[in-house]
């Protein structure tokens, strides 16, 4: 069965039709989404002013009918926000998908091997440093071209954990998924002990690593916004180009050796890329969980397992629903964002599971 | 601590300061003998040693936290105050201000809403320090306020009149403080300091009380009592250690909200029964816990109560 699948998507792709309607309505969900999430806060600004708003921006000539500090609620507070949340979204969909191919196994998602777990290591190090340390939070807020330190330790964390676990899971000759699995699971076992003991002697500043740990689009500019977005686009993009590959992992290695394609050198690629844009997600908003496995599944139960459609597909609809999940969060009141995730969507996960009883659910 | 005299050049020095400062009941007297009318545009440096640059007078003030609000409304300024926390409970006028912090969460976008040409923040994480950069990157004034000691609230209050120009009301108010602290140091003198735990919270085993260097210790330590602290970061102290110090003296702090918190209650305690000041009944409930831990201008009160619990001899 997946095999058929696979060797079809080899010879004829979606029909362009179907990939314009599917991507199409993807697209108008996450605009949708956006302008909801840009629309909706704690404060409130009417659409008309927001319309307003936004033509006085692009330099049309309306007379102000709204609060002074509206336009700064709007473009310096909100949309940084909810843009943020599209883009660390997009990143966790599209990661996850990569990842759940890779490993050939529906549980796997962008946190697998151990990306969550070395960026939370590098983001608490420096959201404890201060504390531990007193001499370094004089300086507190310190940001090195708009960039946090704790944005980038946790990206260099997510980085360096697969990093080390590649290596490690190497050291057996050639790496098979499940040995980089168990590497995986290790490693981040032994990052997360490191965490914990930073949680314990964190004092005050407890609350902000537990925020950063369930994850929060919060406090979002647009320097950060500017450095993460080239990442995680740009590597989604190059990773959209290698469907290919992608499609030939739900073969497993034996079949795609027997069409002549030898898929280890490309694994090691697509974990590299994978992890590159999951770390610049994680390093934006912390470890928001959710997403990253329960997007790919949901995407693959709407329209199919073939990469072509399921990658852009993923990465929309992570977006989008990152983008209503924060609107969700931010109306509450300080609920982070990967809580509102989970209890929001697992549910639904469980909904469709059910429906979809009977169908093939895993790559 | 007096890191507003400390420049941001010298971290060593901080440390050495924070190492070596003994917690002094001994006050200084103010220093400031300037004219009492603020120059603005005027550049101050606050508790975490940032710059802060106030560009005219502020008339539309948002408060982080209950103390600050008070030491505003102390000030004669409360109309100023257009947002504060949903914890601000005194003074009464309070209650009619926007919250801007809802369950120790600020919402920026009502911070915004608000319009504040200052933003007294806590600092110590009180105040997250993602959401004071926040705020500063919006391009707001923001002065993180965080006193460590009965001398600092004093600190915190000349700084806060120098910055919205009520320097003297802020002279006034410091000096009718100061003259309520002396009083209470002459009270003390000589006195015999029991050994003095003072109870924060009891939750899940792990038991709160004044930290290490804290304001707490500050106040508890002028009151006349020996201060048993514990984590200067966690504020926590485990059982045994709490033993091992053996208190002469328990002041609940948490049975002023926590009717479940009781002297009988804490003999019935595992372990607790060994401590001298249970077995000698010297366990009190402080009903002005709010008063004694929050650093703002009623802290005196707080500490004439903690003094007259610790060395009730010395009072009439």
């Given amino acids: 069965m997946r095999a058929a699948v696979a060797i079809r998507s080899l010879v004829g792709g979606p029909s362009l039709g179907r990939a314009t309607a599917v991507v199409g309505g993807a697209v108008v969900v996450l605009l949708v989404a956006l302008v909801a999430g840009v629309g909706v806060g704690s404060v409130e600004v009417g659409l008309s002013e927001a319309i307003g708003i936004i033509g006085q921006r692009l330099g049309l000539p309306i007379s102000e009918t709204w609060a002074s500090t509206a336009p700064t609620i709007l473009f310096e507070v909100r949309l940084p926000r909810v843009l943020a949340g599209a883009l660390v979204g997009a990143g966790l969909g599209g990661a996850g998908v990569v990842f759940q191919a890779l490993l050939r196994n529906p549980m796997a998602d962008p946190y697998v091997i151990g990306t969550a777990a070395g960026a939370s290591l590098g983001a608490v190090l420096a959201i404890t440093a201060p504390v531990l340390v007193p001499a370094l939070a004089l300086g507190a807020g310190t940001a090195w071209l708009g960039i946090g330190l704790a944005q980038v330790l946790a990206f260099a964390g997510g980085l360096g954990a697969v990093t080390l676990v590649l290596v490690v899971a190497r050291q057996g000759g050639r790496s098979n998924m499940v040995t980089l699995l168990l590497t995986g699971y290790a490693v981040s076992s032994l990052l997360a002990a490191a965490v914990a003991l930073l949680l314990v002697s964190s004092g005050r500043a407890l609350a902000s690593v537990v925020g950063w740990l369930l994850g929060s689009l919060g406090g979002t500019g647009y320097p950060e916004l500017a450095v993460a977005a080239p990442l995680v686009l740009g590597g989604s993009v190059w990773l959209l180009f290698r469907w290919r590959t992608l499609n030939l992992l739900l073969l497993g290695d034996e079949a795609a050796a027997g069409l002549g394609v030898d898929l280890v050198p490309a694994r090691r690629g697509l974990v590299l890329l994978a992890t590159l844009v999951t770390s610049a997600a994680v390093a934006l908003a912390g470890t928001i969980g959710f997403v990253g496995l329960v997007v790919p599944h949901l995407v693959r139960l709407a329209i199919g397992p073939d990469h072509r459609l399921l990658l852009p597909v993923s990465c929309l609809g992570g977006a989008a629903l990152l983008v209503l999940a924060d609107m969700a969060a931010r109306l509450v009141g300080g609920v982070p964002v990967g809580v509102v995730t989970a209890l929001i969507g697992a549910p639904f996960f469980l909904w469709l599971l059910h429906r979809a009883a009977g169908a093939t659910t895993t790559p | ?316």
């Avoid at chain 2, 015999?192 to 038991?207: K, L, Q, S």
């Fill in chain 2, 1 to 316: 601590m007096p890191a507003r005299r400390i420049r941001a050049f010298a971290p060593l020095l901080l440390i050495l300061a924070v190492a070596c400062q003994p917690t002094s009941p001994s006050l200084s007297p103010p220093t400031s003998t300037a004219p009492s009318a603020a120059a603005y545009p005027q550049t101050l440096t606050d508790d975490a040693g940032r710059e802060v640059l106030l560009a005219a007078e502020p008339e539309r003030i948002v408060s982080l936290a209950p103390s600050s609000t008070e030491m505003v409304c102390a000030l004669d300024a409360c109309d100023r105050l257009v947002g504060v926390t949903d914890a601000d409970d005194y003074p009464a006028e309070v209650a009619d201000i926007p919250d801007v912090v809802i369950v120790a969460v600020v919402d920026i976008e009502l911070v915004v809403e608000a319009d504040p040409d200052l933003i007294l923040a806590a600092g110590n994480e009180l105040t997250s320090s993602a959401v004071i950069t926040e705020l500063t990157d919006l391009g707001y004034p923001v002065m993180v306020l965080y006193p460590e000691s009965l001398d600092e609230v004093l600190e915190n209050i000349e700084l806060i009149g120098e910055a919205i120009n009520a320097r003297d009301q802020a002279a006034a108010l410091t000096a009718e403080m100061e003259n309520r602290i002396q009083a209470v140091t002459e009270a003390v003198a000589g006195a015999t300091r029991p050994r003095t735990f003072y109870e924060v919270g009891v939750f899940e085993g792990a038991i709160y009380t004044a930290g290490e260097d804290s304001f707490l210790a500050s106040v508890i330590t002028v009151a006349g009592g020996d201060p048993i602290t514990g984590d200067p970061l966690t504020t926590s102290i485990a059982l045994e250690d709490l033993l091992v110090a053996d208190p002469e003296l328990i002041l609940l702090g948490d049975a002023a909200n926590d009717p479940s918190v009781t002297p009988e209650a804490v003999s019935a305690r595992q372990g607790w029964g060994a401590i001298s000041a249970v077995q000698n009944g010297q366990v009190l409930v402080m009903l002005a816990d709010a008063v004694i831990t929050r650093p703002g201008p009623r802290i005196v009160e707080g500490l004439e109560a903690l003094a007259r619990a610790i060395q009730p001899d010395r009072f009439d």
